[in-house]
């Protein structure tokens, strides 16, 4: 039993300009827009070639689609594309008409000669009873021919037998299929849209349900999205793909199918939408008074280093290796012995973030990025910072704001330390582990991850993606339950 499935042929989409090789089999990734009834003339004698009667295709490369999409917003959230009327032609070449060319726009359409042929034989076939299956056939033979010059066919003898047989053609309607024939609707591109939609709904619902999970965001403050959308007049369904991009660092080929999105449009919804959303968010950082601090002081603070107002610390996150010498060796890091991006964030005792600094190259000290990032321009009169070891050499920094920094003390190679040194290194290394907990959950976002390798098209959005994390991270539970 033969169970292949056929399906009827369809020409590929090809950009009509002459000098664009370009077509959706060979380059699956663009986009094709359909050129308008009214841009066909004009714009065929833009690029030198004859204006036919079928319609013409016009490829990404060759359009700006904020400026010449009539319903940008609208396209972006997955719906049809159509050009404006004064939409102008873009990065092409004009190339004079050939014979070739001219051959070519005047091979018969399917639609009007061929559709005459096939008329004209069923009419005679009718007279002599012959199957339309057969006529069908022989009148796609000779569509054929007329767009090739070859050999002469000799007329097909149809034996008498065929004659008697009686009409088995399957309507329109059907279509073959591994369990025999079935209805075939003309409305299926519609139906498959309403599929995709549906499908895109569903995990809509999914992610409102469990939005920690997704992206990152408590579900007390799903509210926030809408806000967002209104003050920065963007759409709300673009902050959650945003969102959900940090969240869960999926390629954007397989948040295309998830979300039933062209893949180039979601790359472009990221890339705007996170610039919005880091201005928004820069405002959830900040370092409160320290009366607010105490306030929320945990228990192990409040026995000894209850003047604490900041815990510091710098982490790393890995990119690709840059193919510019001199930035390899920049971003080369000794500790992670790879190339990464270095922060410094600081958070209060209770696991509020209240700083975070641009990033620089991974083999900068750490005492370079507290002084370049101007973190103690942040701090107020009197403040007292809690640091690992090296940060040693910033107290020279601290001072100039009469400021105290705790850390462990420094630790010699052929001298050992003392009873009251140990027990101040365990103390100080239990307190500020918060800061390392505040980290964890920033690495929580997958692009965010110490070995994510961001791609180097992401790496002048890591500020902006890291000041959202840091935002969402604020918004989330305290990280100590007693506070």
Same mark, same amino acid.
């Given at each position: 039993?033969?169970?292949?499935?056929?399906?009827?042929?369809?020409?590929?989409?090809?950009?009509?300009?002459?000098?664009?090789?370009?077509?959706?089999?060979?380059?699956?990734?663009?986009?094709?827009?359909?050129?308008?009834?009214?841009?066909? $003339?004009?714009?065929?004698?833009?690029?030198?070639?004859?204006?036919?009667?079928?319609? &013409?295709?016009?490829?990404?490369? =060759?359009?700006?689609?904020?400026?010449?999409? $009539?319903?940008?917003?609208?396209?972006?959230?997955?719906?049809?594309?159509?050009?404006?009327?004064?939409?102008?032609?873009?990065?092409?070449?004009?190339?004079?008409?050939?014979?070739?060319?001219?051959?070519?726009?005047?091979?018969?359409?399917?639609?009007?000669?061929?559709?005459?042929?096939?008329?004209?034989?069923?009419?005679?076939?009718?007279?002599?009873?012959?199957?339309?299956?057969?006529?069908?056939?022989?009148?796609?033979?000779?569509?054929?021919?007329?767009?090739?010059?070859?050999?002469?066919?000799?007329?097909?003898?149809?034996?008498?037998?065929?004659?008697?047989?009686?009409?088995?053609?399957?309507?329109?309607?059907?279509?073959?299929?591994?369990?025999?024939?079935?209805?075939?609707?003309?409305?299926?591109?519609?139906?498959?849209?309403?599929?995709?939609?549906?499908?895109?709904?569903?995990?809509?619902?999914?992610?409102?349900?469990?939005?920690? &999970?997704?992206?990152?965001?408590?579900?007390?403050?799903?509210?926030?999205?809408?806000?967002?959308?209104?003050?920065?007049?963007?759409?709300?369904?673009?902050?959650?793909?945003?969102?959900?991009?940090?969240?869960?660092?999926?390629?954007?080929?397989?948040?295309?199918?998830?979300?039933?999105?062209?893949?180039?449009?979601?790359?472009?919804?990221?890339?705007?939408?996170?610039?919005?959303?880091?201005?928004?968010?820069?405002?959830?950082?900040?370092?409160?008074?320290?009366?607010?601090?105490?306030?929320?002081?945990?228990?192990?603070?409040?026995?000894?280093?209850?003047?604490?107002?900041?815990?510091?610390?710098?982490?790393?996150?890995?990119?690709?290796?840059?193919?510019?010498?001199?930035?390899?060796?920049?971003?080369?890091?000794?500790?992670?012995?790879?190339?990464?991006?270095?922060?410094?964030?600081?958070?209060?005792?209770?696991?509020?973030?209240?700083?975070?600094?641009?990033?620089?190259?991974?083999?900068?000290?750490?005492?370079?990025?507290?002084?370049?990032?101007?973190?103690?321009?942040?701090?107020?009169?009197?403040?007292?910072?809690?640091?690992?070891?090296?940060?040693?050499?910033?107290?020279?920094?601290?001072?100039?704001?009469?400021?105290?920094?705790?850390?462990?003390?420094?630790?010699?190679?052929?001298?050992?330390?003392?009873?009251?040194?140990?027990?101040?290194?365990?103390?100080?290394?239990?307190?500020?582990?918060?800061?390392?907990?505040?980290?964890?959950?920033?690495?929580?976002?997958?692009?965010?991850?110490?070995?994510?390798?961001?791609?180097?098209? =992401?790496?002048?959005?890591?500020?902006?993606?890291?000041?959202?994390?840091?935002?969402?991270?604020?918004?989330?539970?305290?990280?100590?339950?007693?506070?």
């Amino acid at each position: 039993m033969n169970t292949n499935t056929y399906q009827r042929y369809k020409d590929p989409k090809t950009c009509f300009i002459p000098t664009c090789s370009k077509t959706d089999l060979k380059n699956p990734d663009l986009k094709f827009f359909t050129v308008r009834k009214e841009l066909k $003339e004009r714009w065929c004698q833009m690029v030198g070639r004859k204006c036919p009667s079928r319609a &013409l295709f016009c490829c990404e490369d =060759h359009l700006n689609f904020e400026e010449d999409l $009539e319903n940008y917003g609208q396209w972006i959230s997955g719906a049809k594309p159509r050009l404006k009327i004064n939409a102008t032609l873009k990065n092409f070449s004009k190339k004079p008409l050939t014979a070739i060319n001219m051959n070519m726009e005047d091979r018969p359409s399917t639609s009007s000669a061929a559709g005459m042929q096939i008329d004209s034989a069923i009419q005679c076939d009718k007279r002599i009873g012959v199957s339309n299956k057969y006529v069908m056939a022989q009148a796609k033979t000779q569509t054929r021919a007329t767009q090739f010059r070859g050999r002469k066919i000799k007329e097909r003898v149809i034996p008498s037998r065929m004659m008697q047989l009686p009409n088995t053609e399957e309507s329109p309607n059907q279509s073959p299929s591994l369990f025999g024939t079935s209805n075939f609707d003309s409305s299926s591109s519609a139906q498959q849209e309403h599929i995709e939609k549906r499908g895109r709904e569903h995990l809509l619902k999914i992610i409102a349900n469990k939005p920690k &999970l997704f992206l990152g965001l408590p579900k007390s403050f799903w509210w926030i999205i809408n806000f967002i959308a209104q003050e920065c007049s963007c759409l709300a369904f673009h902050i959650i793909l945003t969102f959900f991009k940090l969240k869960n660092n999926d390629s954007f080929a397989r948040m295309s199918e998830e979300f039933q999105m062209a893949r180039s449009t979601i790359r472009l919804v990221f890339e705007k939408n996170v610039v919005v959303l880091s201005t928004y968010f820069q405002n959830c950082i900040y370092l409160p008074p320290l009366t607010e601090i105490k306030k929320k002081l945990p228990l192990a603070f409040k026995i000894r280093y209850s003047n604490v107002q900041c815990i510091i610390d710098c982490f790393e996150i890995q990119i690709e290796k840059p193919s510019d010498p001199e930035k390899q060796a920049q971003t080369w890091s000794q500790y992670k012995s790879c190339n990464t991006i270095k922060y410094l964030i600081g958070c209060t005792p209770a696991g509020y973030i209240s700083f975070i600094s641009q990033g620089y190259g991974g083999r900068t000290s750490d005492k370079a990025i507290t002084e370049w990032s101007g973190f103690v321009d942040v701090l107020p009169l009197n403040a007292v910072i809690m640091a690992d070891r090296g940060f040693k050499e910033i107290e020279s920094l601290l001072s100039t704001k009469n400021g105290k920094l705790l850390r462990p003390p420094s630790v010699f190679a052929n001298q050992k330390m003392l009873k009251k040194d140990v027990i101040k290194t365990k103390v100080i290394a239990s307190l500020r582990v918060h800061v390392e907990r505040v980290i964890r959950r920033i690495r929580e976002f997958h692009m965010l991850k110490p070995h994510s390798v961001v791609n180097n098209k =992401h790496i002048k959005y890591l500020d902006d993606l890291v000041i959202i994390a840091c935002g969402l991270s604020n918004l989330q539970n305290p990280i100590i339950k007693d506070v």
